[in-house]
């Protein structure tokens, strides 16, 4: 008998300990399927953040490091400059990558450094119980927007696609949801362009993923799913930003 | 025998950094230590095999050695005091994470932004730790180029040796001086095999994590003794010091960096007046040389530290001396150098 399915082999066998209906485990799910078409498990040097995914390095199989709140894409770079013949991903959250990350995001983005970037947007600092990021949409209430997010006092969402797309050095930029499994097959095809952009070495590449938290927005994994669906994305909108010719 | 050649102070560092096979720099400019991140991407950027990449903040640099030296290259970043606060975080890590790399700081007058003078009011941040949690850096403490060289060199080996980050503890004045230096040829030392946790793919192997927690609180004990077991042996076993005169000595200076170099001036000129003073220079800051100076505080009853701080590596020579000898402090802050003659003058009250 034909196998048709199984567990891709840049995952190990730990099961996720990620909550119900959160997205991450389809995301580390699509990253490993990714690194495995592609052959490159073992040339792959994997950066997990601060936050809910600083589990990653349990869940990938291929040699992880953990970096400080934000300064994934710095140590991604200090990897890359070491060793340019491997793959080397970050793999970020909101608070991580556009809060307390900024600097990093925006600097490596602009170098061109030759990495690929997975920021999980799911409007929401998880791991520490539900306070606001800095892509909480107007009016979500949080832990620390308890009236709902103010404009006047708390801005706006930042909007990192976009945002990084303006810069010259960037050579891959897409936003994708999880939401549904249309959405799911058109992520999957983003994030192998995302290591095909790096593997061909033409430079710096990221993949926005839309994703849920129901824990923090208090809602069951379905209506969870909805809620990105009727929220996020017509804040979010999906799509390519930004491609190199070849690769698109 | 190597060459002579006429170099700056943070200049003669960059070279013996590269000669000593770093080749990975990360840095931010600031005052007065630029000259070493100049001088390393007018060297590296021409390298094969090697980068320099110009952070964009202190926090990135040290975050970029951390990914580097996860790789198992020898990497450097360096600064001066204000930036060195900021790169705290990232050591922390490295020190958790138990990689090895190699840290300057050449010290200006603090705190805040402080002054572009020199400085040695960095020395409890760098020998106590200076981030978060138990953790020591080795720390190197130069008083001439010349040593800057040795110390840049022995730094990374003695990082490798016991993975664990290293620091030059140098200040704006010895980074600024210019001296002849001599970049001698040095012997192969064993070093450990980095083969068993580097990061580089896991081809033909079980995958490596470098992971600088654990959420088990008997486990991250486990790892805060592993860690602690490492400084005792370096307690043990690498400690150096400088020592002039301490035999008939009426006092003894403690004194590091570009102070004791100054401290030597003043004991020739005591020499001169018929006072006998000797000197005990700590080459290493971490670990401290308290052997020596206890030993010294049973024979000779007055100590005078000086520091370009108000007091800090006093306190560590009061813990050595334990309460044997009389500790007097001398210090200047701020940028200001303290002056041979400003020295003896101090010496002189305590010898009435």
């Given at each position: ?248 | ?130 981030g978060h949690g138990d953790y020591h850096l080795i720390v190197l ?212």
């Amino acid at each position: 008998m034909k196998k048709v399915f199984e567990s891709p082999k840049s995952l190990t066998k730990d099961p996720f300990t990620y909550c119900p209906g959160c997205h991450h485990g389809i995301a580390h799910r699509l990253v490993a399927e990714a690194l495995d078409e592609f052959g490159v498990r073992e040339k792959t040097i994997g950066v997990c953040p601060v936050g809910c995914s600083v589990f990653a390095y349990v869940f990938f199989n291929c040699d992880m490091i953990c970096a400080a709140h934000g300064r994934a894409p710095a140590v991604a770079t200090g990897i890359k400059r070491a060793k340019p013949d491997s793959i080397v991903f970050t793999y970020q959250g909101d608070g991580d990558l556009a809060s307390i990350g900024t600097a990093e995001i925006v600097h490596t983005a602009n170098r061109g450094e030759n990495i690929t970037v997975i920021f999980i947007n799911n409007a929401i600092y998880g791991m520490t119980g539900g306070q606001m990021a800095p892509t909480t949409l107007v009016g979500q209430v949080t832990q620390t927007s308890p009236y709902g997010r103010d404009p006047k006092t708390m801005g706006y969402p930042i909007k990192v696609a976009e945002m990084l797309s303006t810069l010259k050095g960037v050579a891959y930029i897409s936003r994708v949801a999880l939401s549904k499994p249309a959405y799911i097959l058109k992520a999957k095809k983003a994030i192998r362009k995302a290591f095909q952009t790096q593997i061909e070495g033409k430079g710096f590449s990221l993949v926005e993923v839309l994703s849920t938290c129901p824990t923090n927005w208090g809602l069951s994994p379905i209506e969870a799913n909805k809620w990105l669906e009727e929220n996020m994305i017509p804040y979010y909108p999906l799509g390519e930003f930004k491609t190199p010719e070849e690769v698109s | 025998m190597g060459e002579k050649m006429l170099m700056k102070g943070n200049e003669a560092i960059g070279e013996a950094a590269i000669r000593a096979g770093c080749h990975f720099y990360f840095g931010y400019p600031i005052t007065p230590q630029t000259e070493l991140t100049a001088y390393m991407a007018k060297k590296l950027l021409k390298m094969k095999n090697a980068a320099f990449v110009q952070a964009e903040s202190e926090l990135a640099a040290i975050s970029m050695v951390y990914g580097a030296a996860a790789t198992g290259v020898r990497s450097m970043t360096s600064s001066s005091s204000p930036g060195i606060s900021l790169k705290q975080e990232g050591i922390s890590y490295i020190a958790c994470a138990e990689l090895p790399c190699v840290i300057v700081n050449m010290q200006r007058g603090g705190p805040g932004l402080g002054s572009i003078q020199p400085g040695q009011a960095d020395y409890f941040q760098a020998t106590k730790g200076g981030g978060h949690g138990d953790y020591h850096l080795i720390v190197l403490a130069p008083s001439s180029v010349q040593e800057l060289v040795d110390l840049t060199m022995d730094a990374f080996d003695l990082a490798d040796k016991y993975t664990n980050p290293a620091m030059i503890l140098g200040d704006g004045l010895i980074g600024q001086m210019m001296e002849a230096v001599e970049f001698k040829e040095r012997k192969k030392i064993d070093l450990p095999d980095k083969e068993g946790w580097i990061l580089t793919g896991c081809k033909g192997r079980e995958k490596n994590y470098i992971v600088p927690f654990n959420l088990d609180p008997y486990e991250m004990e486990k790892l805060n003794l592993k860690i602690q077991e490492k400084y005792n042996k370096l307690k043990e076993k690498e400690v150096r010091c400088e020592t002039v005169n301490l035999d008939n000595a009426d006092l003894i200076i403690v004194a590091y960096g570009i102070v004791a170099r100054i401290a030597k001036t003043v004991i020739n000129n005591a020499k001169k007046v018929g006072i006998n003073i000797g000197l005990i220079r700590p080459i290493t800051l971490f670990p401290f040389p308290e052997k020596i100076i206890a030993e010294t505080s049973e024979k000779v009853n007055k100590f005078l530290v000086v520091e370009m701080s108000m007091g800090q590596m006093l306190e560590d020579v009061k813990l050595a001396v334990n309460g044997k000898a009389e500790v007097n402090f001398y210090g200047r802050v701020g940028g200001v150098i303290p002056t041979q003659s400003e020295i003896l003058t101090e010496i002189k009250k305590y010898l009435k």
